[in-house]
């Protein structure tokens, strides 16, 4: 029997090693090999990072490119929520700048500080919305006063703020005094202060601030003074720097015997314990206890304060514009 012989590559019949055998030999030969070192790792990992961002910076350069020209994201619209009061004008003039400026470019922490200066404007939350719109959500001040200025009766809120008076818009308030809108607005928040402190107690006995108090005056620190006004005149009520709710009580408890004991009542004082000084062309000192009584002499003590001016003649109990 003639035996079978394998065909080599070359055609010769020479054995040849089959292509596993092969393969496995390749293996080994490159398992051998000496791999890449800590070094080239690390040198290859940081090639190719670079490379990714390399690609990935100029794929947002080349969007952010066609988002600048591109006029749909231009800003075309301004909206405007929650401002009852800050005129769109002065808004619009915020943003004069940007007509026509992606809404990318706009930039929005510098348009807010700016629409925060307008008066009636406490805060603004800026949003871009794409493509082509702003929107500003506006948080006004709220006015709690009547102020007398140098262009006549304006408004002014807690923080000393002067706001123009709206047309069309109805407010009562009383008017405050001692409050200029020649000083620095640090003086004016200072001065503000007392004047909530005050609505803020005599809120307590009443359901609201009292209507016949139709102007409070700020001008000594130590001494608020509130004007009253009803049916039987004006006054002027020394209220001091403290106990607003506990002296406005004496007054309102006591006021009824007071107007039948003088014949007119220009101002009380109420900042000495236990007792009214009461301006009826010359100051009375008044016992106050549970039942009052009766008036005495005028009194020489060197404590009394200096004699107070007569108050104006009769006002409306609040100030409406």
């Known amino acids: 029997m003639n035996e079978a012989k394998t065909d080599g590559a070359n055609g010769n019949g020479a054995a040849t090693p089959s292509v596993y055998m092969r393969l496995q030999k390749r293996a080994q030969a490159e398992s051998k090999r000496p791999g890449p070192t800590r070094e080239q790792a690390r040198v290859r990992s940081l090639s190719v990072g670079f490379l990714v961002l390399s690609c990935i910076t100029c794929a947002l350069w080349l969007l952010a490119q066609y988002v600048d020209a591109d006029p749909r994201f231009h800003v075309h619209n301004i909206e405007v929520r929650g401002g009852k009061y800050v005129a769109r004008m002065e808004v619009e003039k915020v943003f004069g700048a940007d007509h026509e400026t992606s809404i990318y470019q706009i930039p929005l922490e510098q348009r807010r500080r700016e629409l925060e200066r307008i008066p009636w404007v406490r805060s603004a939350t800026l949003t871009r919305v794409l493509p082509d719109r702003v929107v500003i959500s506006v948080e006004e001040r709220q006015p709690v006063a009547f102020l007398w200025t140098r262009r006549g009766i304006e ?6 703020v002067i706001l123009e008076t709206p047309p069309d818009v109805s407010w009562t308030f009383p008017v405050l ?24 107690e005599l809120r307590l006995a009443e359901s609201g601030f009292p209507s016949e108090i139709s102007e409070v005056d700020l001008t000594d620190p130590a001494d608020v003074c509130a004007v009253i006004a009803d049916a039987s005149g004006a006054l002027r ?10 002296r406005y009580e004496i007054y309102r408890s006591h006021i009824a015997e007071w107007r039948q004991q003088f014949n007119e009542i220009h101002s009380i004082d109420l900042r000495y314990e ?9 100051p009375v000192t008044v016992r106050v206890e549970q039942q009052s009584t009766s008036p ?26």
């Open 155 to 160: 408004l002014i809120d807690r923080d000393g």
């Open 237 to 246: 009520l020394h209220l001091g720097d403290e106990q607003f709710r506990d």
């Open 296 to 321: 005495t002499a005028p009194s020489s003590d060197a404590s009394l304060p200096r004699q107070a001016q007569p108050a104006s003649a009769p006002t409306p109990t609040r100030t409406t514009l």
């Open 177 to 200: 005094r001692g409050v200029s809108d020649r000083e620095n607005a640090d003086k004016r928040r200072a001065r503000m202060e007392r004047f909530l402190m005050l609505t803020e």
């Open 274 to 282: 236990g007792q009214a000084v009461i301006q009826s062309g010359v």
